[in-house]
């Protein structure tokens, strides 16, 4: 059955269509506002599976935390992001949103988000111009300024440096949650560019293993099922690298019974990866004869046209990753190859032997490019919506002076603060230390429980 989100039911861009929701606002572009019930009932659904921001949300609904703050987004917009906005909203923030991927937007919510009232600017399918415009739409607005951004790739962060960078005097602080604008905000900082405090989410433990370990395990498989109805059993799978999000896509693929090579250039998720029991290989000696390619590194240039050449026919090429950089498919689009589009985000590429590839999402990320199913939304965990939270709050109440001009990490308190909301949903009870325990270990019998130090 086609999804809701699919693209291909109107041609005209949303740009050029004038609409209101029930309330009279125009302040959104979204793909078809009529969606709207249908995305609500997908809202509700995500709502029982995200117990941790209900229960913020619960919570914190009366002292209203966020009072005051006008907050400027820039993430996937699925039915989690939505319960994350709502969420934000019920604590008192202004928002206005735009999405950080052009083909992760589910229409349908995006569609009962502006009919609640939030100025959305997202639909599936976007073009580049399209991406810019309506991140400048959410910032370039008569008598509203932002004082937080939540990001998600750092795309955002950057159009306003770009364009706009005395907002910045008015900005608390930053939220940002991804590999790719994680790495982009430490660059700033190194720079001395850096002006506001950043609170870096991507790296804060149930970010990175609820999120990129847990989360990729499951959608990796979904994600490759629904575009190629392939089968794993016996095939030769290479993963180009071993961080998070390569670990949940080795530990799934082994599961069904692939053979899987690793690419690291860490030596110490090298070493990982041969402990879990996989090759460790070089890309270039084992690309003539893989089924699969897999890139998870948030670096550029991973898979090259080379690589790219020497594979053999029928290889499926992807990207788990949040940018687009890590397979070189501008080097696909020259006179010599076709293109073919087989369905919705799956392209075989032909070389003129007849050698051809399959490449999914044209290299964006797989699994939120791919699963527009409403149920996969469902396997994605909630953590870091509750971790985006919690950081918001955490910067935007700061006492002057407690965050320079740098990265944070979520503290640690918080951290585990975000797991325990999660706990009741599996029935799990912790066990509380006494207060002898306590001080036999040196601890605050509420936590933090480790040390910063320490590795999960």
Not at 299 to 305: A, D, P, S
Request: hydrophobic share 35%; glycine share 6%.
């Amino acid at each position: 059955a086609a999804s809701y989100t699919d693209s291909s039911d109107d041609e005209t861009s949303p740009r050029d269509k004038q609409q209101k929701n029930s309330k009279g606002s125009s302040d959104f572009c979204v793909k078809n506002i009529k969606q709207a019930e249908f995305g609500r009932r997908e809202i509700e659904i995500a709502e029982q599976e995200m117990p941790a921001l209900m229960a913020l949300r619960k919570r914190a609904q009366g002292e209203k935390p966020l009072a005051g703050a006008k907050i400027v987004g820039c993430t996937h917009i699925t039915a989690q992001t939505a319960v994350l906005m709502e969420t934000l909203g019920a604590l008192g923030a202004q928002c206005r949103w735009a999405a950080c991927n052009i083909y992760s937007t589910l229409n349908e919510v995006a569609a009962a988000l502006a009919e609640s009232g939030f100025p959305v600017f997202a639909w599936k399918g976007e073009s580049e111009d399209d991406f810019w415009w309506c991140i400048d739409r959410c910032v370039n607005v008569e008598g509203w300024q932002p004082n937080m951004i939540l990001d998600d790739g750092g795309d955002l962060t950057h159009w306003i440096y770009k364009k706009y960078p005395n907002m910045f005097k008015k900005i608390k602080g930053i939220v940002e949650e991804s590999v790719t604008g994680v790495h982009r905000l430490y660059q700033l900082s190194k720079a001395g560019k850096l002006c506001v405090p950043a609170m870096n989410v991507n790296d804060s433990v149930t970010k990175q293993k609820f999120d990129n370990l847990y989360c990729c395990r499951e959608s990796i498989l979904d994600g490759l099922k629904r575009t190629t109805d392939m089968m794993f059993g016996g095939k030769q799978v290479v993963v180009c690298g071993y961080g998070e999000v390569g670990k949940g896509c080795c530990a799934a693929l082994k599961a069904m019974g692939s053979i899987v090579y690793v690419t690291e250039i860490d030596p110490i998720c090298a070493l990982q990866a041969c402990m879990d029991g996989f090759r460790l290989v070089k890309l270039n000696e084992v690309i003539r004869q893989v089924d699969i390619v897999i890139t998870c590194t948030g670096n550029k240039n991973v898979v090259t046209r080379e690589h790219l050449d020497r594979m053999k026919n029928s290889c499926i090429v992807c990207n788990m990753g949040h940018s687009n950089t890590e397979i070189d498919v501008a080097s696909l689009r020259t006179p010599e190859l076709t293109w073919e589009r087989v369905r919705s985000q799956v392209d075989h590429v032909i070389w003129p032997d007849g050698k051809r590839i399959v490449l999914l999402a044209e290299g964006r990320l797989l699994n939120l490019s791919c699963s527009t199913v409403p149920t996969f939304v469902l396997s994605i965990t909630a953590t870091t919506q509750a971790s985006r939270a919690l950081a918001l709050i955490e910067l935007y109440n700061a006492p002057e002076g407690r965050y320079k001009q740098d990265v944070y990490l979520l503290p640690k308190k918080m951290d585990e603060y975000v797991a325990s909301l999660h706990l009741p949903t599996f029935d799990a009870h912790l066990t509380e230390l006494t207060d002898e325990q306590a001080k036999y270990l040196g601890l605050n019998k509420n936590g933090p429980f480790k040390p910063n130090y320490y590795r999960y």
